[in-house]
């Protein structure tokens, strides 16, 4: 009985591909999506997929943004975060500072997207 | 199979099966996982633990079965028609790749390697689900995390069920 369990458990090398194979996929996506070294430069705040307030995060003070009752975003100094919302998850504000281009923060439950762009990403690719 | 011998024994064990699915997603959420891991679909995978014991002892398509009821019957229950997408894709995917890996049981793969790729698949199906319900691709930037936390709860999952399937009869 006990060897029938551990038979179940024995790890193969496919365990071990398979591990592998999950820990250099999350580590490659991660590097894909973070690398970029440029600062934070502009919170995007997309509702169901659009745009709908572009926030500057390069001055030195902090102000807040209120996409709709209830959820208030904090932004500023190259930062920003769901500093309040009143949906059932939590999620977001729970999710914290975004510093770095290519973090998100998303509420589901309001369709809610706060995004870090980088700084001049556009100047960037004309100059 | 014995179960195509006996319907009515097969269909009272998938329905046990469906019925412990949901009971298990619901004492999931009382876990405060996500407390201490702030991330969306962080979790423990306990109603994957009855996938990976039917992928294992089950055919294919009674699995799906299975999958299918417990995501229909854990929206009505308060998981609404976004909630649907969700569990139905995440669901659906960590069966179809648990299905193709338990082929390989006992030559190439133990059930860590099986839980973890459906732990794995149930993440990318969500994932995928909250961008089509989102219309963004925001949600990606959550992947990799998911995919660290799939390594470790797939393999908690797998202990689980391994103990579970030593003391079940086939």
Redesign the interface.
């Known amino acids: 009985m006990s060897g029938k369990r551990s038979g179940l458990l024995r790890p193969r090398w496919g365990d071990l591909a398979v591990g592998l194979a999950l820990l250099l996929s999350a580590a490659l996506l991660w590097a894909a999506l973070f690398s970029s070294g440029a600062g934070a430069g502009t919170a995007v705040v997309l509702r169901d997929g659009e745009e709908i307030a572009r926030l500057e995060l390069r001055g030195a003070g902090m102000a807040e943004f209120s996409p709709e009752p209830g959820v208030t975003i904090r932004y500023g100094g190259g930062r920003a975060a769901f500093l309040r919302s009143d949906c059932p998850d939590g999620v977001c504000v729970r999710t914290g500072w975004l510093t770095r281009p290519g973090q998100s923060a998303v509420c589901l439950p309001k369709r809610l997207i706060l995004r870090i762009e980088g700084e001049g990403d556009v100047d960037a690719v004309s100059g | 199979m014995r179960s195509a011998d006996n319907p009515v024994r097969s269909v009272t064990r998938d329905a046990l099966l469906v019925a412990l699915a949901l009971a298990l997603s619901y004492l999931e959420r009382l876990l405060p996982v996500?407390?201490l891991i702030?991330?969306?679909g962080v979790k423990l995978g306990l109603a994957n633990l009855v996938t990976l014991y039917a992928v294992c002892r089950l055919p294919l398509p009674e699995t799906l079965g299975i999958v299918l009821c417990r995501c229909l019957l854990g929206a009505l229950f308060g998981g609404g028609i976004?909630g649907l997408m969700f569990s139905l894709l995440g669901g659906v995917l960590a069966a179809l790749a648990m299905a193709a890996?338990v082929r390989?049981?006992?030559?190439?793969?133990?059930?860590?390697?099986v839980s973890?790729?459906g732990a794995?698949a149930h993440h990318l199906g969500q994932i995928l689900a909250?961008v089509l319900?989102?219309?963004?691709w925001?949600?990606?930037?959550?992947?990799?995390?998911l995919?660290?936390s799939?390594?470790a709860m797939g393999a908690v999952t797998?202990?689980l069920?391994?103990?579970i399937?030593?003391r079940l009869p086939e």
């Open positions: 996500q407390a702030p991330l969306p976004t890996a390989g049981l006992d030559r190439s793969l133990s059930l860590l390697g973890m790729l794995a909250s319900t989102l219309g963004s925001a949600p990606l930037a959550y992947l990799p995390a995919l660290l799939a390594v797998a202990v069920a391994a103990g399937m030593s």
